[in-house]
């Protein structure tokens, strides 16, 4: 199977949200959609007004590389990667969901100093479109990290797999850890053409963090490689596809591919009689979105319930305690060892 082609760009986009295209002499010329969002983003910019700095990074020799990045696993493999040269962002606030969040004004002059913005696509940020065009950013590189892998299709049976774009492709590849370890080395390749000067600490950060991804990949497999189950109910949008394939596991997400999608009662009653049956010990929940469901399935199954956390964001308390995201996915394993009565 070939390997996608490492793609990154100066910001021109096509009418699609969040498609964009390498900027060259045969670029077409795509002018900016008027949407009233672009509208009133643009309007707002014309009459200024304060934002919060960024984050402050330790200096290091060469200039800073400033970047914004969609979803906290990125922000985190973004910084390992970058080290010192790069001061990276993450434009979600704590607690924001990524599927509905709304960029404000303050959002779209975030970007107005920025080197780079680095996000997933596949329709995961629905808003990236429109808060790229408001920008008005020529210059902006941007790496659409979806481009770059090969992507699932969403499971047919998913209620509302039109949430996502790029042909139904499942966006949620950070939850593979695998995975994690082909978008350090895109992020490092990118970065590297960004600031050349930069290129062998980038790859060796990379190389170093890839380390950390494998021995998370190898403590998955051990610990999930003799369990009393393998299928788990995860009461959240379907968000472990990519982590299911990878270690041997069948997820059935009762929110389907959005956390919009809930299920009607007559599904809701077929997931507990799938429980029953399955002697499922244990039913999931996505925090903030599912425990409610989750505790309802599990009194009728006579289950427990815990939390999967699919990591898009920290909540307030996450950011202050410093959880990090390799600590997210330790959690679930966890959890996922008591659910499935793994050895």
């Not at 002018?31 to 402050?56: C, E, N, Y």
């Not at 970007?111 to 920008?135: H, K, N, T, V």
Request: net charge neutral; with cysteine.
């Amino acid at each position: 199977m070939p390997q996608p082609t490492l793609s990154f760009n100066s910001g021109r986009v096509d009418s699609r949200p969040g498609i964009f295209y390498n900027a060259s002499e045969n670029s077409p010329r795509i002018s900016m959609l008027k949407t009233p969002l672009v509208s009133a983003l643009l309007l707002a910019l014309s009459a200024g007004g304060a934002i919060a700095a960024p984050p402050a990074f330790p200096a290091e020799e060469g200039p800073a590389i400033k970047i914004m990045t969609t979803v906290f696993p990125l922000a985190e493999i973004t910084r390992a990667v970058a080290g010192a040269r790069a001061e990276v962002g993450l434009i979600l606030p704590p607690g924001a969901e990524v599927h509905t969040w709304q960029p404000r004004f303050g959002d779209v002059r975030k970007l107005s100093s920025l080197d780079a913005f680095i996000y997933i696509g596949s329709g995961l940020e629905p808003w990236a479109g429109d808060l790229l065009r408001g920008a008005g950013r020529p210059a902006l590189r941007v790496l659409e990290i979806g481009r770059t892998l090969p992507l699932a299709p969403l499971a047919a049976s998913d209620p509302d797999d039109h949430a996502h774009g790029r042909e139904g492709a499942d966006p949620h590849v950070w939850l593979d850890p695998v995975l994690d370890q082909m978008i350090a080395d895109r992020i490092a390749d990118f970065l590297s053409a960004l600031e050349p000067s930069g290129a062998a600490g980038f790859r060796d950060r990379a190389d170093a963090f890839k380390s950390v991804l494998g021995g998370l990949d190898r403590d998955f497999q051990r610990s999930l490689s003799n369990c009393r189950s393998r299928t788990f109910i995860y009461c959240g949008h379907s968000a472990f596809a990519y982590l299911a394939r990878r270690y041997g596991l069948e997820q059935v997400a009762v929110f389907g591919a959005s956390p919009d999608a809930a299920p009607t009662p007559r599904e809701l009653a077929s997931v507990i009689d799938k429980a029953k049956s399955a002697g499922v010990r244990t039913v999931f929940f996505e925090p903030g979105i599912g425990e409610k469901m989750a505790r309802m399935i599990a009194a009728g199954a006579g289950a427990d319930t815990r939390p999967l956390s699919a990591g898009h964001n920290l909540t307030p308390a996450e950011t202050a305690a410093g959880r990090t995201f390799i600590d997210i996915m330790r959690t679930n394993l966890e959890n996922l060892k008591h659910g499935l009565s793994c050895r």
